[in-house]
C-alpha cells in the first residue's frame, strides 16, 4: 500500500494550506486515516484521524479549530485543511492508514495503531 502526501510549502504565519494523501489501496474506504506531524528534534505527534465511513474525526488540543481532516473515498484521498497556521505548526507532516481490526478513539491517536505510513510533506510556517 503506497502512500503519497501533497501540499506542503511555504505559509506565512496566520495563512493556510491544504495537504492531500493519496492511497493506493483499492479498500481505501475501510482504512482509519490518520494525520501526523514531526518537527526537527521533535517527537512524532498525532494531529487528526478520521474514520473510515466518515463518523468520526479527532483532534489534537493544539490543532483543534484551526485543522479539519476529510476524506473522498472515491477519490482514496484523505485532506488535512490547515488554517491560521503558527510557526509551532512547522513539521514534517506525514499520513498513516490503520487497517481493521480498527484502533479505538484513544490508540488513534498513537502512531503504532497504523500499519502503512507515507513519506510525508513539509510545512514551513514563517512568523
Known amino acids: 500500500v503506497e502512500l503519497v502526501e501533497r501540499g506542503g510549502g511555504l505559509v506565512q504565519a496566520g495563512g493556510s494550506l491544504r495537504l492531500s494523501c493519496w492511497v493506493s489501496?483499492?479498500?481505501?474506504?475501510?482504512?482509519?486515516m490518520g494525520w501526523f506531524r514531526q518537527a526537527t528534534g521533535k517527537e512524532r505527534e498525532f494531529v487528526a484521524n478520521i474514520a473510515y465511513n466518515d463518523e468520526f474525526a479527532y483532534y489534537s488540543d493544539s490543532v483543534k479549530g484551526r485543522f479539519t481532516i476529510s476524506r473522498d473515498n472515491a477519490a482514496n484521498t484523505v485532506y488535512l485543511q490547515m488554517n491560521n497556521l503558527q510557526p509551532e505548526d512547522a513539521a514534517n507532516y506525514y499520513c498513516?492508514?490503520?487497517?481493521?481490526?480498527?484502533?479505538?478513539?484513544?490508540?488513534?491517536?498513537?502512531?503504532?495503531?497504523?500499519?502503512?505510513w507515507g513519506q510525508g510533506t513539509q510545512v514551513t510556517v514563517s512568523s
Open positions: 498513516a492508514a490503520d487497517v481493521p481490526p480498527y484502533c479505538s478513539a484513544d490508540s488513534c491517536k498513537h502512531g503504532f495503531s497504523y500499519e502503512y
Open positions: 489501496a483499492r479498500t481505501f474506504y475501510a482504512y482509519h
